[in-house]
């Protein structure tokens, strides 16, 4: 909203004239039900919000679509703030975890090292820095973060979170294996038997070995052990979800220092209301059509919402 003096002057028939002012009032803002939707392109985007009263959500990627392998699928994250003045926010927004490479999935999806093995998905997330998704600094401006599933396994790899990603299965049709574990508030998600850890922003890689990573969040999924009879039979965990504000959440120091507050609120001083954390095998709003569907399937998304 603007406020601005408007004076009306009229003269009369001796000469005379009077003055009579009023303040107009203009909506300045964004209109109320205003949606800005945001799906993966593998780069950041952006959007400057005036003044007014947003519901930020996002959703996180899943592992790769195989019917052969029980599906593991991202969380979601939501919260509603209201600015008092313009601020441009950045969107990640997670790529589907990648079959057959060993690039990684873009923002946090882990490595997983060999051309038969999965890596983790990647986490989707609303930013105050623009940089690379893995600038540290840019990572802790963090304000929403929904995790993503990790990297394939026989049995299932683990859903994004939520406060906490979950673990991948720990066992194969085939053998015994361990899992690696989901992301936590204040660390990644341990890795088993040579499965890398994952770490902040970042889910953990498997190099060298045929084994599904983790996946990426606030903080990444562990990988799995190694493979049986040359195959992935083993799952990465899930990444882990943040929201600024949300009970049970731990947030960061500052900007430069990745040390954790013992409480949820951001050090930007942008603190959500309204807030929910839900994982992967839990039911969520669904990003690309109406109702619920239970975990987000596929890339990650992200909308912007003005409110009343």
């Not at 204040?186 to 770490?199: D, I, L």
């Not at 498997?206 to 990426?216: C, E, H, K, L, N």
């Not at 009970?247 to 929910?276: D, K, M, P, Q």
Request: glycine share 24%; proline share 3%.
């Amino acid at each position: 909203m603007g406020s601005y003096p408007v004076v009306l002057r009229a003269t009369d028939a001796t000469g005379r004239t009077l003055d009579r002012t009023w303040t107009l009032t203009v909506a300045t803002g964004t209109p109320v039900g205003t949606v800005f939707n945001f799906d993966y392109t593998g780069a950041v985007q952006s959007r400057t919000l005036p003044p007014g009263k947003y519901q930020f959500e996002v959703w996180g990627a899943s592992m790769a679509q195989d019917g052969r392998f029980n599906f593991a699928k991202g969380g979601y994250a939501r919260g509603t703030i209201t600015l008092t003045t313009s601020r441009t926010f950045y969107i990640f927004v997670g790529q589907v975890g990648a079959r057959r490479n060993s690039t990684g999935s873009w923002n946090g999806g882990g490595n997983s090292g060999q051309p038969y093995s999965e890596d983790g998905g990647g986490g989707t997330d609303i930013r105050l820095v623009n940089a690379a998704w893995n600038n540290a600094n840019s990572l802790r401006s963090r304000i929403l973060v929904a995790g993503a599933a990790g990297g394939f396994g026989q049995t299932g790899a683990g859903h994004g979170g939520g406060l906490e990603g979950t673990r991948g299965n720990n066992t194969s049709l085939w053998s015994s294996a361990l899992g690696g574990y989901g992301g936590t508030q204040t660390a990644g998600g341990a890795g088993n038997s040579g499965g890398q850890a994952g770490s902040f922003g970042i889910g953990g890689g498997t190099p060298g070995a045929r084994r599904g990573s983790g996946a990426g969040g606030y903080y990444g999924g562990g990988a799995g052990v190694g493979s049986s009879g040359g195959v992935a039979y083993q799952c990465g965990g899930g990444g882990s979800g943040f929201c600024s504000g949300h009970s049970g959440c731990r947030a960061v120091t500052s900007e430069t220092s990745g040390t954790h507050v013992s409480h949820a609120n951001h050090y930007s001083g942008l603190i959500f209301t309204a807030t929910a954390l839900i994982a992967g095998n839990a039911s969520m709003p669904n990003p690309r059509g109406s109702g619920n569907i239970t975990g987000n399937p596929g890339n990650g998304y992200a909308r912007i919402t003005s409110v009343a």
